[in-house]
């Protein structure tokens, strides 16, 4: 508050008599509350300071000390450790053990030696070829007299010739195994059967040239083929003695 | 040269610092600077001698327990009177409800107000026990910061600091709680209603 406003309300409160009164009640009430105060230090003067500050103290480092002595207790490994020395030396039983697992599965004792290069003669090789050879061709000439027996039987029946759609799409199939199957017949030195194999194949050929719907005519010149060729009974035959021969 | 000598805040963030660290001796010089102003807080909010000592100690212990939570840019007494005023309070509502139901059943004239027999002149002694018992009355904040500012004798940049809330606010509740106080002793103060 400034000097002038100061004298404002000092001029204020010399004019007003309410005014007057009311600064006076508040000067005496905070006259109170002061002489209140100057009994609270009063109260102060009649304590033992330095004795109050070591009463403090040791409250405080005494409370330090028992809390410091849960937070000990509180720990139940070293618990663990100081008082059941039984599971203190299983503890180190683990740890010896596990370092001792570690220890063989690095070094690789426990490891299989690895599988030496494998090895067959040429004489084991030639035979496994003819084998597979042997039951690619009877599995070709088995599918062959399916559908060659088939065609035989349409035309006995109803004097058309007409092959299912499922035996045209085995005919296709059967030419395209008929490429896969020459070089191991070659290989396993099966010269018969691929003469057989082969006379089948123009069959097919033939068959396959001439689409589903045959003509008579044409019916009969294959059916021809197959009887001139004893073809069925060949297919027979071969699959017979290469049944005999397995290996 | 010269050797600059540290301030009080630099001391006192030193001697913080040793007493974390267990130093017995830094944390009772700590005890010593302090404790008369923390029982003067303790002592306005509870006025009673016993209870005001024996929050002193537990605000220490609370003071050793937060030691570690001090920022050091923070004015060290305005926070530890803030701790002393929180135990204070905490201490008035836990023993204070039940003393007072035991001095309810006594007469004004046996309460042992604060230093009430040390009056010359029975008028105004008189009016400082009328004022001591209408302090209760007042509202929790306007009779802390007026007891802080006549019995303790703080500043209201200092009160400001300990409640936490600005000077205006200060000022304003000690405006209310000087006016409060006017309304209810006004026939002990001479003004007629």
Redesign the interface.
């Known amino acids: 508050m400034s000097e002038r406003e100061r004298e404002d309300i000092q001029r204020l409160v010399e004019s007003c008599q309410n005014c007057a009164g009311e600064v006076r009640a508040v000067e005496k009430l905070l006259a109170s509350a002061d002489s209140l105060g100057r009994d609270v230090q009063t109260a102060l003067a009649g304590i033992d300071w330095d004795l109050q500050a070591e009463k403090t103290v040791a409250a405080v480092w005494s409370e330090r000390a028992r809390s410091g002595a849960e937070r000990e207790k509180r720990r139940p490994g070293l618990w663990v450790f100081r008082l059941r020395p039984v599971l203190a030396g299983l503890f180190l039983g683990v740890l010896v053990g596990a370092g001792a697992m570690f220890f063989v599965f690095r070094s690789g004792w426990t490891r299989k030696a690895p599988a030496q290069a494998f090895f067959a003669s040429s004489e084991f090789l030639s035979r496994v070829d003819q084998e597979m050879g042997r039951r690619e061709t009877l599995d070709y000439l088995e599918k062959s007299q399916y559908v060659l027996l088939e065609l035989a039987q349409t035309q006995t029946e109803s004097g058309s010739c007409r092959l299912s759609e499922a035996a045209a799409r085995e005919t296709r199939e059967l030419l395209s195994k008929k490429k896969y199957l020459n070089p191991q017949l070659e290989k396993a030195r099966m010269a018969k059967a691929k003469a057989i194999c082969d006379q089948i194949e123009m069959l097919f050929y033939e068959l396959a040239q001439v689409s589903e719907n045959l003509t008579p005519a044409q019916c009969r010149g294959i059916q021809s083929l197959i009887e001139e060729k004893d073809i069925l009974l060949k297919i027979k035959l071969l699959k017979k003695e290469l049944q005999e021969s397995e290996a | 040269m010269e050797e600059r000598r540290p301030t009080p805040d630099e001391d006192i963030r030193i001697l913080l610092e040793k007493a974390a660290d267990g130093d017995?001796q830094a944390?009772?010089s700590i005890?010593?600077l302090y404790?008369?102003k923390v029982?003067?807080l303790a002592?306005?909010i509870l006025r009673n001698?016993e209870d005001a000592?024996d929050v002193?100690?537990e605000t220490?212990?609370r003071l050793?327990q937060k030691l570690d939570q001090y920022e050091k840019d923070r004015n060290f007494q305005a926070w530890l009177l803030q701790i002393a005023k929180n135990m204070s309070i905490d201490f008035y509502r836990k023993h204070h409800a039940r003393r007072r139901e035991l001095e309810s059943e006594r007469s004004i004239e046996e309460l042992p107000l604060?230093?009430?027999d040390?009056r010359s002149n029975p008028e105004?002694s008189e009016?400082?026990r009328l004022?001591?018992r209408n302090l209760e009355r007042l509202a929790e904040r306007q009779r802390l910061i007026?007891v802080m500012k006549?019995?303790?004798?703080l500043e209201y940049r200092e009160i400001a600091q300990v409640l936490g809330i600005s000077v205006g606010t200060v000022k304003s509740l000690h405006f209310k709680a000087?006016r409060n106080?006017?309304n209810w002793?006004?026939p002990q103060?001479?003004?007629?209603t």
């Open positions: 017995r944390f009772k005890v010593v404790q008369q029982f003067l002592f306005s001698r000592l002193v100690q220490f212990m050793y604060a230093a009430e040390h105004s009016l400082s004022l001591s007026f006549h019995f303790n004798g000087v106080l006017k002793l006004s103060l001479g003004i007629q």
